[in-house]
């Protein structure tokens, strides 16, 4: 990444953190922020930024993670919100279909449903807020797998939870480009793994993946939690697979650069604080009747600027924020004061 980008980057941060025009108030409203787990550091600081979005506006929000990542358990928590009757419900899902009745439920009384990070059908929702469009995030994995193993041999994935909505419309992204494009033919995916968002889950994957593929070369971990966890593991044990996926700088500075000692040549991520901020800004543009969630709607989200509500892979609708960032060697350091 240049300086120019990095700069682009940095000079964004700074605004997401300056006062806010305001255009969507929310005074008195109450929104309830439901996470895929608690202690997921990608969602904390995206949640952070979707408080202080909607405080300033004059509204407030309740943060509330399940007991454990699991469909059930968000369907528990959601039980017990729709009985408070809040505003709206912005949730980062942790199925795709196991959470429609409930939704839907929420919807029929009257509360407003925003998702991101993670979407639920496009039934249980008005509307999705999307990190990055899923075939730039596909094609951007992809491509640090075939630049890494040198565009040959066994590679793996380490995803979240089998049901995760974005882990597997990123995942099935992949897999439709690799089986497109020759350029990908000398690559073999020999298993994709499920680390359920648990450190040590994610620990013990990464040990039996490579004690069942002795040759693998590089494991893509599309999750914050899984990539770290993977990260220590290759890194402790000086294993020659590499890793690379999704993660926060701040989690793998000391496992980032492009030489034998570390374990993560590259990887990506977005603004989480800007996803939090346009998750913030769609909400309340919901419960104000400013969008409905259809297609082509448009609203202004802060100094964020404009967006355009676009078709989703589902047949849903969805907000795309931008494209993937790389963190490299060069990057890391900067970065990792940042997220």
């Known amino acids: 990444m240049n300086k120019k980008v990095i700069s682009a980057i940095l000079c964004g941060t700074m605004i997401l953190g300056a006062a806010s025009p ?19 550091a990608f969602f904390e600081i995206a949640a952070a930024s979707f408080k202080e979005t909607v405080e300033a506006e004059g509204g407030t929000v309740d943060v509330v993670y399940p007991e454990t990542a699991t469909a059930d358990a968000q369907i528990k928590v959601l039980d017990n919100l729709i009985s408070q009757q809040p505003d709206a419900i912005c949730i980062a899902a942790n199925d795709v279909n196991a959470l429609q009745a409930k939704l839907e439920e929420a919807m029929d009384a009257g ?27 596909g094609q951007a994995l992809m491509d640090s797998v075939l630049d890494i193993t040198g565009g040959e041999g066994q590679w793996a994935i380490l995803s979240a939870t089998s049901q995760a909505a974005n882990q597997n419309a990123w995942i099935d992204a992949m897999k439709k480009i690799m089986e497109e494009d020759e350029k990908y033919s000398k690559l073999e995916l020999v298993e994709v793994a499920y680390g359920d968002d648990e450190p040590q889950k994610s620990t013990d994957q ?13 494991i893509c971990a599309p999750t914050t939690v899984g990539i770290a966890a993977a990260a220590k593991y290759l890194q402790d ?14 989690e793998m500075i000391e496992y980032t650069g492009a030489d034998d000692t570390h374990s993560c ?18 909400t309340i543009s ?3 009747d400013e969008i409905t969630g259809a297609l082509d709607e448009k609203f202004t989200a802060g100094d964020l600027g404009e967006f355009t509500i676009t078709e989703a892979d589902d047949g849903g609708t969805e907000i795309v924020l931008g494209l993937p960032l790389q963190f490299n060697a060069d990057n890391i350091e900067e970065m990792a004061k940042l997220y």
Do not use: H
């Open 206 to 218: 990464t040990a039996a993946l490579l004690e069942k593929y002795p040759d693998l070369k590089v």
């Open 286 to 288: 919901l419960v104000n």
């Open 265 to 282: 040549p590259y990887f990506y991520l977005w603004d989480m604080q800007g996803l939090g901020k346009l998750s913030a800004y769609a």
């Open 22 to 40: 305001v255009m969507a108030s929310a005074d008195g409203k109450k929104i309830a922020l439901v996470g895929k787990s608690a202690g997921n």
């Open 237 to 250: 044990n000086e294993a020659t697979c590499k890793l690379t996926g999704l993660g926060l700088p701040s």
């Open 111 to 137: 509360i407003k449903v925003s998702s991101f990070d993670s979407a639920p059908n496009k039934d249980s929702r008005q509307v999705f807020v999307n990190q990055a469009g899923t075939v730039a995030v």
